[in-house]
C-alpha cells in the first residue's frame, strides 16, 4: 500500500523518532510497511518539539488542483462533481463552503478520499434559501495543499439559495408533470432502445429493424395488463394472486388454488383447498365430482377440513392408494376399487349411506391381500346393521395352533377394547368364525358372558375354541345347571390326578353348546368346562373333556 | 532345522543371506503387526467421485477437489461444518455446509471513507482532530485489516462526522462495517472502535447489552459519529491483518488456533483463531521455494527441497526460524505427515523425521539412498496411521507399509487394483482412505488378500531337509520351496499345523521358503526329522 508516505522531515534524529512513534502509535513490532502517522503525532512528538530550532520542513511538490468543479442544486442538497487532481499521491479532498466570497468565512464541511470525485453537501431548510459558495482542493499525503478550485481569480462557484422552499417545490412538481406527459408520447431515447407510449423495444445485434419489443402495457377488460411478449425466464420465485395458463410445467407447483380442465403431474399435494371438477385428481382434503379418477399412483389427504374431517363426496376413487390421515366420510359411492394392496385407511371413520343388496356387490368392499389391518383406538372394530365379517376359504396363514397369531392374519391387539360377536341370522354362511385363537386373555362382563357360545356340530365346535390362559369367570348368574359343571370340574380335577395327570386347569370357563339327542331327536343342553394355561397338546384336550363331562354326567344320572 | 518365528518384513538393504531368520526378503501384503503374518485385507469402495477428483475431505459429508488441496477444518466450531483449504497451484478459500467457495481472506478496503460535518459549533478550538478508518466484516465475523486513513478532519464540540464512499469490495460476504479513529494519548495516538450511533453521541447496544461496534452496510448512512475520545476504548486489533498472499498453499492447522502456509519462498502464519489473517508480520522468508510444511505438536516445520527450517517460539509474532538440515529437504508435500514424534517427510535420501532436535532418516537402515531414489519419491503421498507410515505413489498400484515402532524389521509391501490418485484419514473414524479415479476406498477391510512372505536364504548345507511344518489358524498355505536358488517343491495346500514330509533331493546349501496365504500364520519349520517339527 504505497498510498501513505511519510512526510519528508529534516531531522537528524527523525527517522528514528518516526519509527518509535509508528511503534507506539500502531502498537506492532515487525513489519512497518503499512504503518503511518499523522501530522498531528508529529507535532505531540519530540521530532517537532525536541528538534532543533527551526521549522518543520516539508519537501516535496504541492498537488494538482482538482478541476472543473460543477455543482447542481437540488431541493435536498447541492451535488458537487469535479475532475481529480493530475497528482499520483493525492490522498483527499478538503469540500469547503461559505455564504460569501469571503473564503476566510468559509467551513470545511467535508473530506472526501481520493480518488471520490463526488460530494452531496445537503441542505437543511435554514440554509436552502441561502447562496452558498464553494471551494475544494487536494491534500496529498506530504500533507501538501493544492490550490483552490475555482481558481481564486475566478472566485468561489456559487449556487444561488432558492426564494422559497414551497416554490422550489412548486417547480420541480411541474417538471415532473411536464416528464409524465412526455410519456404519453412516443419517444426513441437512443439506439439501442426505443420508447413508445405502451412499450419499449431493444435492438439486437444485426439489421437495423431487428428489435423485440419485450412487452405491451394496455388494459384488457379495465385492467391495466401488461403483455409478455414471448417467454418470461423468472431463475427464482414467482408470486402472484393468480396465474391462468394454457399450461404449467415444472418441478414443483406451490399455489394456494389451482383450476384447470385438466391436471397431470406426477404428485399433486394440496394443504387446505380442494380440488373441484369433473374429472379432478385425488389430492385434496375435499373432492366434489362424479368420477374422481387419479391418474397418480397415491393419494395423500394429509388434513381434514375445518371441522375435522376430510370430504370425499359422490365421486367414484380409482386409485392405487388412498391414503387419510384424519377421516373420509363417503357418500353415494364409496371408494371402491383400490386395486393395489397397500391400501391405507388410517384413524378414519368410514360410513355410507349405499347399501348393498348381495354380497357379491358390497357396499364397501376393500380386498388386502396379505395386508394387515390394524385398529389402534378405543372404539375397536364394530360391524353394525347385522353385518357379518367374512373369512374365505382362501384366508389362510398361520393356522391357529397354541401360541400363535391365529385366523389367517388376524391379529386382534387390544389392552381395552373388546369384540363383541352378534347372533348371525344368516345360518346360510357355514362355518364362520371356524377357528378363533386368541393370544391373552379374554376378559368376560357377567352381562356378556353368555354371548359366547358355539353353533354347527357341538364336537367341531368344542374342538375349535382354544385357549391358553382363561381369565377365571367368578359369576355365571344365568347357568342353571352351573353347580353342576363345577362338579364335574372337580370330578374331573380328581380323575386326572389320579390317573396322574397334570392338572392344569387352574383357570376355567363354562360354555354350554345344544346338542340334538340323533336317537330321539330331543335337543339338550351341555354344559362344558373349557380348561386354559398352557398346555401342550390341547388341541384334543377340551373335546376328550367334554366327553368326560358327558360320561360323568351319564354316570351321575344313573347313580 | 530351519525354523522361523514371528516373522518380520522386509530389509533390501541388506543381503538378503545376512538377515535374521525371521525377517524376510519379500513381504507382500502381510500385516505383521502382532507377530504374526496375517493377510492385508482388500479395499472396499465407499463412495463414488467424480473421475477429476484429486482430494477428498471429509466433514459432515464428503467434499471433492479436482486438485491436491490442503483442507483443514475451521479451529472454531460454529456448528456450521466451515472448513478452509488452498489449491495445489495456490489461493484460499472457504465455505461452509451447502455453500459455495468464498475467498480465504477478507479484502482490506483500499480508501478510506469520505467524512461529512454534521452539527454546529459556536467555539474555536476543535474537540477532536480525527483520522478514520473502516474494515469489513463478514457474515462469520471476519474483519479485515482497515482502509487506508481519512483525511484529517477537526471536530468541535456540536458536531459529528458522518461517513460515505464506504465499499464491501463486491463481497456479499461482507455485511458489516467496523469504524476506527484515532484518538491522541501521551505518547501517541491508537486507532479505537468507534460504536454505532444513529443519534450522535448516542451508544446502541446488542440484545446482549453489549455496544454495538459492527454497523449493517445498509445503514452505514445512518451513522453518526459524536462521542468524545474518552468514550472510546476498545483498541484495533486488525491493523495488520492481510489476506493472505494469492498464491498461499500448504494451509495446515497447527492445532493451536494458528494457521499455517506458504507463498513462493515465504512462510505465512494467521492470527490467532483468525484463519482468513495472514499480517505481513507473521511472514517469514526461507533459502528457496517451500515445498511444504508441517508441525510437530503445534510447532511448525517447513521446508524447501532442500533445507527443514523449525520455528521456535510461542506465537507468530515472536517466532525464531531455525534451519535443522541443510541437507534434507521435502520432494513431495503430499508425503508430509505431521506427528506428535516429528513431521515425516520424503527427502532425497529417504523417508526422515523432522523435530525440534533435527532431521532424521527414518528409512536409512531399510532403503539405501539409491534404492530410494529408485522409487517415485517425487509422487509419493502419505498416511499416518496406526502409527505407521503408509507409503503410496501418485498413479501407482504399489505401496508400502512402514511400522515406525519398529523401522528395522517392519516393511511391508502391496498392491492394489487401480492407481492411487490420493489417501485420506479419517481422523474422527479412524479410516484410511484411498482416492482413485471415480471411487473412494477404505483402505485394509474387505476379504483377505494372498499374503506373499518369503523367508532370507538360509545357507545351512549341505543338508537334506525331509520335513515340513507351518503353524497358523486353520486355513492352508501354499508353500514353495527353494534349493540353491531353484524352484525345487511346491505344496500347493499345506494345512496349517500338519506336518509335511518332502521328496527326496533337497539336499543343497541355501534354502528358501515363500508362503503364499490368505490365512494368519505365526511360525514355519523345515527339518531333517518329523520330530523336530514339534518345536515349532
Redesign the interface.
Known amino acids: 500500500?504505497s498510498?501513505?508516505t511519510l512526510p519528508a522531515v529534516t531531522s537528524p534524529n527523525f527517522p528514528e523518532k518516526v519509527k518509535e512513534?509508528i511503534e507506539?502509535?500502531?502498537?506492532?513490532?515487525?513489519?512497518r510497511?503499512?504503518g503511518?502517522v499523522?501530522?498531528?503525532?508529529l507535532e505531540?512528538?519530540d521530532p517537532l518539539r525536541n528538534q532543533p530550532p527551526g521549522p518543520l520542513v516539508i519537501q516535496g511538490d504541492p498537488p494538482a488542483a482538482p478541476s472543473n468543479l460543477q455543482i447542481q442544486a437540488g431541493i435536498l442538497g447541492n451535488t458537487l462533481k469535479w475532475d481529480e487532481s493530475s497528482s499520483k499521491d493525492v490522498?483527499?479532498y478538503?469540500i469547503w463552503v461559505a455564504n460569501s466570497q469571503n473564503r476566510s468565512e468559509a467551513e470545511?464541511?467535508?473530506?472526501?478520499?481520493?480518488?471520490?470525485t463526488k460530494?452531496v453537501h445537503?441542505l437543511d431548510s435554514g440554509s436552502v434559501n441561502d447562496d452558498h459558495y464553494y471551494w475544494i482542493r487536494a491534500?496529498n499525503w506530504s500533507g501538501l495543499y493544492s490550490s483552490w478550485e475555482p481558481p481564486d481569480a475566478q472566485g468561489g462557484y456559487l449556487v444561488e439559495g432558492s426564494t422559497s422552499y414551497s416554490e422550489m417545490t412548486s417547480e420541480i412538481l411541474g417538471v415532473l408533470q411536464d416528464r409524465i406527459v412526455e410519456l404519453n408520447e412516443d419517444h426513441f431515447v437512443e439506439n439501442p432502445y426505443g420508447v413508445y407510449n405502451n412499450t419499449f423495444y431493444i435492438a439486437l445485434e444485426g439489421e437495423e429493424e431487428n428489435h423485440v419489443f419485450p412487452f405491451i402495457v394496455g388494459e384488457i377488460e379495465g385492467v391495466p395488463t401488461v403483455g409478455i411478449n414471448g417467454q418470461l425466464v423468472v431463475d427464482g420465485s414467482i408470486y402472484a394472486d393468480a396465474i391462468a395458463a394454457d399450461q404449467i410445467t415444472g418441478a414443483h407447483i406451490a399455489a394456494n388454488s389451482i383450476e384447470a380442465s385438466h391436471i397431470q403431474a406426477g404428485a399433486i399435494e394440496v394443504g387446505y383447498d380442494e380440488i373441484t371438477g369433473d374429472k379432478p385428481p385425488v389430492d385434496a382434503d375435499k373432492t366434489s365430482a362424479d368420477n374422481v379418477q387419479s391418474v397418480i399412483s397415491q393419494v395423500d389427504i394429509d388434513n381434514a377440513k375445518a371441522n375435522g374431517q376430510t370430504l370425499i363426496s359422490g365421486g367414484y376413487i380409482n386409485t392405487d392408494i388412498l391414503q387419510v390421515d384424519y377421516g373420509i366420510i363417503v357418500g353415494n359411492k364409496p371408494p371402491s376399487d383400490a386395486d393395489n394392496t397397500s391400501t391405507v385407511i388410517g384413524g378414519g371413520f368410514v360410513t355410507t349411506g349405499w347399501i348393498a343388496d348381495s354380497s357379491s356387490n358390497p357396499n364397501l368392499r376393500v380386498d388386502f391381500n396379505n395386508a394387515t389391518i390394524e385398529i389402534n383406538n378405543s372404539d375397536g372394530l364394530k360391524i353394525l346393521n347385522d353385518g357379518h365379517i367374512q373369512f374365505n376359504s382362501n384366508t389362510y396363514g398361520q393356522t391357529g395352533r397354541i401360541g400363535e397369531h391365529a385366523f389367517g392374519g388376524m391379529y386382534i391387539r387390544s389392552w381395552h377394547g373388546s369384540i363383541q360377536l352378534s347372533p348371525n341370522s344368516d345360518r346360510s354362511q357355514t362355518d364362520p368364525f371356524r377357528q378363533v385363537t386368541i393370544r391373552g386373555s379374554i376378559k368376560l362382563p357377567t352381562s356378556t358372558f353368555d354371548n359366547i357360545y358355539t353353533i354347527g356340530v357341538p364336537s367341531a365346535a368344542w374342538k375349535n375354541v382354544y385357549s391358553h390362559d382363561f381369565t377365571t369367570v367368578t359369576h355365571v348368574p344365568d347357568m342353571e345347571n352351573q353347580q353342576k359343571a363345577l362338579d364335574y370340574l372337580k370330578n374331573i380335577k380328581n380323575w386326572r390326578k389320579k390317573n396322574g395327570q397334570i392338572d392344569h386347569a387352574q383357570h376355567y370357563a363354562c360354555v354350554q353348546h345344544d346338542e340334538k339327542d340323533e336317537k330321539t331327536g330331543e335337543v339338550k343342553t351341555y354344559y362344558g368346562i373349557s380348561l386354559g394355561k398352557r398346555c401342550a397338546g390341547m388341541e384334543k384336550m377340551i373335546y376328550e373333556l367334554n366327553e368326560e363331562v358327558k360320561d360323568l354326567k351319564n354316570k351321575l344320572i344313573k347313580r | 532345522m530351519i525354523r522361523i518365528q514371528a516373522p518380520q518384513g522386509i530389509l533390501p538393504r541388506y543381503n538378503p543371506r545376512l538377515l535374521n531368520n525371521n525377517q524376510a526378503q519379500k513381504a507382500f501384503n502381510c500385516v505383521l503387526d502382532q507377530g504374526d503374518c496375517r493377510p492385508l485385507k482388500d479395499t472396499i469402495e465407499k463412495q463414488f467421485l467424480t473421475s477429476s477428483t484429486k482430494t477428498v475431505f471429509k466433514y459432515g459429508s464428503w467434499r471433492q477437489f479436482d486438485n491436491y488441496a490442503s483442507v483443514i477444518r475451521s479451529p472454531v466450531d460454529a456448528g456450521d461444518y466451515r472448513y478452509y483449504w488452498t489449491d495445489e497451484n495456490g489461493g484460499g478459500y472457504k465455505t461452509e455446509e451447502g455453500k459455495g467457495a468464498l475467498p480465504l481472506g477478507v479484502p482490506q478496503p483500499d480508501t478510506g471513507p469520505s467524512l461529512t460535518k454534521g452539527g454546529s459549533s459556536s467555539e474555536d478550538n476543535p474537540l477532536r482532530s480525527s483520522v478514520y478508518v473502516y474494515t469489513r466484516v463478514t457474515a462469520w465475523g471476519e474483519e479485515s485489516a482497515p482502509s487506508g486513513p481519512s483525511g484529517v478532519m477537526d471536530v468541535y464540540d456540536g458536531e459529528w462526522i458522518e461517513f460515505s464512499d464506504m465499499s464491501d469490495g463486491e463481497s456479499s460476504h461482507v455485511t458489516h462495517y467496523r469504524i476506527y479513529r484515532t484518538i491522541g494519548g501521551h505518547t501517541g495516538s491508537v486507532y479505537v472502535a468507534v460504536p454505532f450511533q444513529t443519534t450522535a453521541g448516542n451508544i446502541i447496544y446488542d440484545g446482549d447489552n453489549n455496544i454495538k461496534y459492527d454497523i449493517p452496510k445498509g445503514d452505514i448512512g445512518d451513522m453518526k459519529d459524536g462521542l468524545r475520545d474518552a468514550d472510546l476504548t476498545v483498541s484495533m486489533e486488525v491493523l495488520d491483518w492481510l489476506e493472505p498472499p494469492s498464491d498461499m498453499k500448504f494451509l495446515t492447522d497447527l492445532g493451536n488456533g494458528i494457521m499455517m502456509g506458504a507463498s513462493g519462498k515465504e512462510v505465512v502464519f494467521s492470527a490467532l483463531w483468525a484463519p482468513y489473517a495472514y499480517p505481513l508480520a507473521y511472514r517469514y522468508n526461507l533459502d528457496s521455494q517451500v515445498t511444504g510444511v508441517g508441525h510437530v505438536a503445534g510447532i511448525p516445520v517447513a521446508f524447501t527441497k532442500y533445507s527443514t527450517y523449525i520455528f521456535d517460539g510461542s506465537t507468530p509474532d515472536s517466532f525464531q526460524q531455525r534451519k535443522i538440515s541443510e541437507t534434507q529437504g521435502c520432494v513431495s508435500h503430499l508425503s508430509i505427515c505431521s506427528t506428535l514424534d516429528g513431521v515425516l517427510f520424503a527427502s532425497r535420501e529417504g523417508l526422515c523425521v523432522a523435530n525440534p532436535n533435527g532431521v532424521n532418516i527414518l528409512s536409512l537402515p531399510v532403503w539405501l539412498r539409491e534404492q530410494w531414489k529408485e522409487m517415485d519419491i517425487n509422487n509419493l503421498i502419505g498416511a499416518y496411521f496406526n502409527k505407521r507410515y503408509y507409503g503410496f505413489f501418485k498413479g501407482d498400484k504399489k505401496g508400502f507399509i512402514f511400522s515406525l515402532n519398529d523401522i528395522e524389521q517392519s516393511i511391508v509391501e502391496f498392491e492394489l487394483d487401480d492407481d492411487v490418485v490420493n489417501v485420506y484419514v479419517e481422523g474422527d473414524g479412524g479410516h484410511l482412505y484411498i482416492v482413485f479415479e471415480g471411487h473412494l476406498d477404505e483402505f485394509d477391510v474387505g476379504d483377505n488378500l494372498t499374503s506373499q512372505w518369503k523367508s532370507k536364504i538360509f545357507r545351512v548345507g549341505p543338508i537334506n531337509f525331509s520335513s515340513f511344518k507351518i503353524v497358523g489358524d486353520e486355513g492352508d498355505s501354499k508353500i514353495t520351496f527353494y534349493v540353491d536358488g531353484q524352484q525345487k517343491y511346491q505344496i500347493l495346500e499345506a494345512e496349517h499345523n500338519k506336518s509335511y514330509r518332502l521328496p527326496t533331493g533337497f539336499i543343497g546349501r541355501e534354502f528358501e521358503i515363500e508362503i503364499e496365504s490368505e490365512y494368519r500364520w505365526y511360525s514355519m519349520g523345515m527339518s531333517r526329522s518329523m520330530e523336530e517339527l514339534n518345536n515349532v
Open positions: 500500500m498510498r501513505r512513534i507506539i502509535r500502531e502498537g506492532i513490532r515487525g513489519s510497511m503499512n503511518f499523522t501530522f498531528k503525532d505531540e512528538h490522498w483527499y478538503e470545511l464541511i467535508a473530506i472526501v478520499s481520493h480518488p471520490n460530494y445537503s491534500v
